[in-house]
DNA sequence: CATCTATGTTGACATATGTCGAACCAGGCG
DNA sequence: CGCCTGGTTCGACATATGTCAACATAGATG
């Protein structure tokens, strides 16, 4: 997970996808981070691999959203540290 | 810091500090992670580079604590956009 | 001071990783 | 069916990264 995050292309990726209306981004919405498409599209791989976001094509176009049980897991793993 | 945290030596690292008793550990006190001595160094390095933790040479030993500040810093980071 | 233990630094090396261009699928549309 | 647009896969390549052995440093201790 962290691993996945690691990549400034992908966190960018990732927060514009957690962060866009309707908890779901289309790759044309978010392919705009400063390098070609084909990148994007491996590092969204990646980002699937790691069970970080889910994707759903819907005719033309690719939909990409967040696994909810993600940030919850973070939660968790970061919560609990910082109590004890 | 996610980058700092990509790496599962780094990551076992740092979970060894941060559930040590007393907030700190000595380098001694976490080497077995299945890496030579210098690679655990190195890699101690990188997590105090990237502002994860904090050194103090007391004595013979030198000892390696949590910054405080981070694991607030990502619970503000993921809480948000979970509650969102 | 000589020396021993605990850490850090350096240099070299193999592997992993990010990046791109080119070629390749999928679906809509004339 | 032919073609265009959105997206993925492939192959090649440069760079970053993790790793170790060898050497260097910092304190303690005799």
Chains 1, 2 share one sequence.
Do not use: N
């Not at 994007?40 to 990409?64: C, M, P």
Request: net charge positive; glycine share 8%.
């Amino acid at each position: 997970m962290f691993k996945a995050l690691g990549d400034p292309v992908r966190l960018r990726l990732f927060s514009a996808v957690a962060s866009h209306e309707g908890g779901e981004a289309c790759v044309c919405d978010i392919s705009d981070v400063g390098v070609s498409q084909p990148t994007v599209s491996h590092h969204l791989k990646k980002l699937k691999e790691a069970g970080l976001l889910t994707s759903e094509r819907r005719g033309t176009w690719v939909y990409y959203r967040v696994e909810p049980s993600v940030l919850a897991a973070m939660g968790r793993l970061l919560v609990l540290p910082a109590a004890a």
